[in-house]
């Protein structure tokens, strides 16, 4: 039997799976003079050059069929992420329970495929990273959003949100959050409420994943025990990453945490390694105190930078435009008054030469519509303060509109 | 209601995918265990002399002189080193659109994801028996049917994939992709000739199946005309794979698919770490730039020619002469075919025993077969250490007879 060409068509070959999958999106590219004070991009001032040549010259001289060849993610590598997740009271750190990743976006992109089927409920903050909750919703996951307070996630709303969902026998996979100098707004949860949110998740019996991107980058005040360092019970997966505290660039991150999760992220990163070159150049960029030593200078810049920020949005800022001045991270978030909605500002924004990222963009509930969000770690100080000074007459050419 | 639970009922977390994945077979991989004196002829390393040290560490210097928003912000992957895979394709094959081309962490991760873009449980693949084992113990570990094709001297034995593509349509079953090496095939080494290359696209079309097109071996030929890729020959159906692996250095994980963008936009969506990112893609097309690439692959394949031939030498002094193995143009790998007497099961142990290893060619069999076949691997050891290590082996080929 010979089968006819013309109806054998491409597309039919395609699984299930690949059928039912969406288009990416693409980053908008903003116009030439723009001030962008939309994305949380590192410093690009303080990239460790000299450091990162000389790193490469080290590994390459002292062990090129390790750095080269085929070979494991570099085991100095998990060691010393699992150093130094205990010198931070994670007591169980150890290598089975570390899977180093390209990005934290990748851990944030596995963990729905081996935890969300169809219809499945993940529990989000809102606002938050929507980079993280997009792939959940493209795994088929049904998103409920708690609230963000000051103080971070409102673990009332939590609770009762998981009372709700048990007396109608939905048992949510996990709850996403960034408890420290979350993104976008910058808030720090406290000790007792961090406590309380993974006793909730040991009560319920719902991973916690605490993307920990900004834990590193505090300016001020003590450093508060980690999620995954109150978990006694293991349900609590900890997602670092070196792209704030080395370089986005080089795709570098960790995800620590049950060894049962780590197992199934390990199998679904089907590529294997992170890549012998990479996973030693960073380890040796961070070895011997250097890491630390870099984070200590790269918090004194963005402390400015902040202070920076947080003086010109007190001058250039109409006074009812509320915001939490944060201790560490990369953003400030405002909340705008009800005559200056976010799409308003950011067009406005847009012919005055500066961006924003508006809140709708941080909720998969379509809140925010008075919410924005401001990145002060990217742009240079003299940049901070023209931008701001943009936005604010931006927000007054609003209100006299 | 107070739900109470324990560490057990993680368990139910999990989703049907990580269920359906625990519940297929994995392929248990009989790997030599060596030592530290083992002259390992096993594995397709590359020669760890030959890596360009000087050549990477003026790379990083370099591109960490310029703008570095580009190379170390957020920033997606380098667009030149796609320019240079374009460049690389269309004198090789057909010049392809910006769409048609995904830089991957490796080749492994392309063939790794081939089953989550094309197979639903059940779906049914074609495989070379033998051929590259982490591709085979990716499609077994996934749990596909896998149709096995035998290789010959020539390649894929084409009559019998044209008699099992019938039997499959007369099943009213379409198979999903056929996965060949064309080019110095892994592991028998062996180069296709134009008449089957031209047979096996024309299959393809007929069929509707894919073909991926691994080609990682396709610029390590020693001094032979190369026929033209399948990709060459009618793009319609190739998905082609290629890596910087065998040509740079297997470390910097580096690789590419290209074909029909349908599939190229697929993959991309099921590549969970989005791109491979500013900084390596910068790293390999700043090395490789203005020519450097060829020269270097120029230089290689000098190096690995003169060890293969030094393998092939020592082979045909060392082993009983019943032995029949092939004699590679290009690649990595010679490999043997063993007579009844000489069992991988009881060659291998006396090998190693003689502090000498290779690949038991059961692992590069989707099936079972290759009791009777090893891979020898000339890419990794020194030239002393190739010739040695053929010694002890056969050598011990010599001592299990007299037995």
Not at chain 1, 122 to 136: K, L, T
Not at chain 2, 361 to 389: N, P
Request: charged content about 20%.
């Amino acid at each position: 039997m010979s089968s006819d060409a013309g109806q054998l068509t491409l597309d039919a070959l395609f699984s299930t799976r690949a059928k039912l999958a969406n288009d990416g999106a693409e980053w908008a590219p903003e116009p030439d003079g723009t001030i962008s004070l939309a994305y949380g991009f590192a410093d690009p001032e303080h990239f460790p050059v000299k450091e990162l040549v000389e790193a490469t010259t080290e590994i390459l001289a002292e062990d090129v069929n390790g750095a080269l060849n085929y070979g494991p993610t570099y085991p100095g590598l998990v060691k010393f992420v699992a150093d130094r997740l205990v010198a931070r009271g994670v007591g169980h750190a150890a290598p089975q329970n570390i899977l180093i990743s390209y990005g934290s976006s990748q851990i944030l992109a596995l963990l729905p495929q081996i935890l969300v089927d169809l219809g499945d409920t993940v529990i989000v903050e809102g606002p938050c990273f929507m980079g993280a909750v997009r792939s959940f919703q493209e795994a088929g996951a049904k998103i409920e959003t708690v609230p963000v307070r000051e103080d971070g996630m409102d673990i009332d709303a939590l609770e009762a949100m998981l009372v709700d969902l048990t007396s109608r026998g939905i048992h949510p996979k996990f709850i996403y959050t960034t408890p420290t100098f979350q993104n976008p707004t910058g808030t720090l949860m406290p000790l007792p409420n961090r406590q309380r949110l993974v006793a909730l998740a040991a009560q319920y019996g719902v991973l916690i994943v605490e993307d920990d991107a900004y834990g590193d980058l505090r300016f001020e005040g003590a450093a508060l025990p980690k999620l995954i360092a109150l978990d006694t019970q293991g349900w609590v997966l900890n997602v670092g990453t070196f792209s704030k505290i080395l370089a986005p660039g080089v795709r570098m991150a960790w995800a620590c945490g049950p060894e049962a999760v780590i197992k199934r992220l390990r199998k679904f990163k089907v590529e294997g390694s992170s890549g012998p070159f990479l996973t030693r150049l960073v380890e040796r960029f961070a070895a011997d105190g250097k890491l630390d030593a870099h984070i200590d200078e790269l918090n004194a810049n963005y402390r400015h930078k902040r202070d920076v920020m947080v003086a010109a949005i007190r001058e250039h800022f109409p006074s009812d435009v509320r915001y939490v001045v944060p201790t560490g991270g990369f953003f400030i978030y405002c909340y705008l008054p009800a005559d200056l909605p976010a799409p308003k500002v950011v067009a406005a924004g847009r012919t005055h030469g500066v961006s924003c990222l508006p809140g709708l963009g941080c909720y998969a509930n379509g809140q925010g519509a008075h919410e924005i969000r401001l990145a002060f770690s990217y742009q240079s100080i003299d940049n901070i303060v023209e931008g701001i000074r943009r936005l604010g007459a931006a927000m007054k050419s609003v209100r006299t509109a | 209601m107070i739900a109470t639970s324990n560490r057990a009922d993680m368990q139910f977390l999990f989703s049907k995918l990580v269920r359906h994945d625990e519940s297929v077979p994995q392929m248990q991989l009989d790997l030599p265990q060596e030592n530290e004196d083992t002259i390992s002829l096993a594995y397709g390393d590359a020669d760890p002399a030959l890596f360009p040290i000087d050549a990477l560490i003026g790379a990083v210097d370099r591109m960490l002189t310029g703008n570095l928003d580009v190379s170390l912000n957020y920033a997606p992957a380098y667009a030149g080193l796609v320019t240079l895979v374009q460049e690389r394709m269309a004198r090789v094959a057909v010049p392809l659109a910006r769409n048609q081309i995904m830089l991957a962490n490796g080749s492994s991760q392309v063939l790794s994801l081939l089953p989550q873009i094309f197979c639903d449980p059940g779906d049914v693949i074609i495989v070379e028996g033998p051929s590259f084992l982490g591709a085979v113990e990716t499609f077994v570990n996934c749990g596909l049917t896998i149709e096995t094709i035998p290789v010959r001297d020539d390649g894929m034995d084409l009559d019998i994939l044209a008699s099992t593509l019938a039997r499959l349509a007369n099943q009213g079953i379409r198979a999903k992709f056929i996965y060949t090496i064309p080019t110095f095939q892994n592991p028998t080494g062996s180069l296709m000739p134009l008449a089957n290359r031209q047979r096996l696209v024309g299959l393809a079309a007929q069929y509707g199946v894919v073909i991926v097109e691994d080609d990682a071996y396709g610029d390590l030929h020693f001094d032979t005309a190369l026929p033209p890729k399948l990709m060459a020959l009618d793009p319609t159906w190739v998905l082609y794979v290629g890596t910087f692996s065998k040509i740079l250095a297997p470390g910097v994980r580096m690789a590419w698919a290209c074909g029909p963008s349908e599939i190229i936009k697929r993959l991309n969506r099921f590549k969970t770490e989005g791109s491979n990112g500013p900084f390596m893609t910068r790293l390999v097309a700043q090395v490789a730039a203005d020519g450097w690439l060829d020269r270097h692959i120029a230089m290689l394949n000098a190096n690995y020619a003169q060890k293969c031939h030094a393998m092939l030498t020592t082979i045909a002094e060392a082993f009983p002469s019943d032995v029949r193995y092939n004699k590679p143009q290009g690649g990595f790998f010679v490999y043997v075919y063993l007579p009844d007497d000489l069992p991988v099961r009881r060659l291998l142990p006396a090998a190693i025993g003689n502090g000498v290893s290779f690949l038991p060619g059961t692992t590069c069999y989707a099936d079972g077969q290759g009791t009777h076949e090893i891979r020898l691997a000339f890419s990794f050891q020194s030239l002393e250490k190739v010739v040695e290590g053929i010694r002890r082996l056969g050598a011990t080929m010599h001592q299990l007879r007299q037995v």
